[in-house]
């Protein structure tokens, strides 16, 4: 009987403890600080080497830190300790499709989804995933019926915004540019604070040549861009800082484009720096700032910004426009 107490005392001490290095790694996650939250998971997992749970968050931590290999690691460990937990293929499935694995998404998708029980919450957030896999593969109008089906469901808040404000983009995508500019307003009146939805939204006015909507969309969406304080008390951490400069680079982009069609060349030119200056590597940025360049009769700088936006990428992710401007202006 001692023995069998001294048993339980271990164990609830072990217990104890991993919930300790837990707590103190879900707060160093709250911070972006993926490499100390990871070494907390760690000594968690050492408390209890057969928490699941543990390994799922650790998986996490590491796909937030880009070392996708571990990541997947922890998250197949994570499962084989509990094979019958839909919540754990879910994760998976998210996992494999942040990095574009898509039939891997698919097959932990329909795993889960079996697995489910029920679950009709957990059930809504794989129909949209199932949304976002079929986006992804070029699936738009089955991306679409997936996301208005989850609206239906009355899904929780973070869900519905995502479905609105991608139902929108997809629908973009397809040319229907007055169906997508009526979801996205639904999204602006629900979600008034929430400055990517303004993006969005604009850029459907831009695919309508109509400038001046957009420029007093994306004056609206710049008003409400995080600014970040000389002592950098509205920092959550690097990460979010990174995430936020280049949303707010999005949007100064894409208001300097308005700008630019409206013929305030030198207001357009100032947004594109901007969004340069806040993300260096949007391919994009350096086109609109090549098309200014080139109405300013400044051929050889829009010639170099023509050459800097193919370098990082542009005719993979746009087409090759810039190829024929480059045969152009470049002599």
């Known amino acids: 009987m001692t023995r069998f107490l001294m048993m339980l005392l271990v164990c609830g001490f072990v217990s104890a403890q991993g919930k300790k290095q837990l707590d103190a790694a879900e707060a160093k996650m709250k911070t972006g600080d993926f490499k100390a939250a990871i070494s907390l998971y760690s000594d968690a997992i ?21 070392d996708y290999d571990k990541a997947y690691e922890d998250y197949s460990t994570s499962i084989k300790l509990e094979p019958d937990s839909a919540i754990l293929l ?7 499709f942040t990095v574009n694995a898509l039939t891997e998404a698919k097959l932990d998708h329909d795993v889960a989804l079996q697995k489910a029980n029920g679950d009709k919450v957990l059930e809504t957030r794989l129909l949209a995933l199932n949304g976002d896999i079929r986006r992804n593969q070029g699936d738009l109008e089955g991306a679409v019926k997936d ?10 808040d973070g869900l519905k915004f995502a479905c609105i404000t991608n139902i929108g983009a997809v629908l973009g995508r397809l040319n229907r540019n007055d169906e997508a ?65 280049v949303s707010a680079s999005l949007l100064y ?40 360049y080139n109405e300013q009769n400044n051929v050889e700088a829009a010639c170099q910004d023509v050459k800097k936006a193919l370098e990082l990428g542009f005719t993979k992710s746009y087409g090759d426009e810039l190829e024929n401007l480059k045969k152009l202006i470049c002599k």
């Open 181 to 245: 500019i009526s979801y996205l307003e639904e999204a602006v009146k629900t979600y008034p604070k929430v400055p990517s939805v303004y993006n969005n939204l604009g850029f459907r006015y831009l695919a309508k040549n109509d400038y001046a909507k957009a420029l007093q969309i994306y004056d609206k969406a710049i008003s409400l861009s995080p600014k970040v304080a000389a002592d950098g008390t509205t920092e959550v951490s690097s990460k979010a800082k990174l995430q936020d400069n």
């Open 147 to 156: 996301y208005k089906k989850v609206l239906e469901s009355n899904p929780e």
């Open 253 to 292: 982009n894409n208001r300097g484009y308005a700008k630019m069609k409206l013929g305030d060349l030198n207001g357009a030119m100032s947004d594109v720096n901007q969004s340069i200056s806040l993300s260096a590597d949007n391919s994009y940025a350096f086109r609109n700032r090549a098309l200014i």
């Open 90 to 96: 879910y994760d998976r499935a998210l996992f494999f």
């Open 46 to 66: 050492k408390a209890e080497p057969k928490n699941a749970k543990y390994y799922n968050k650790r998986a996490f931590a590491y796909s937030m830190d880009t």
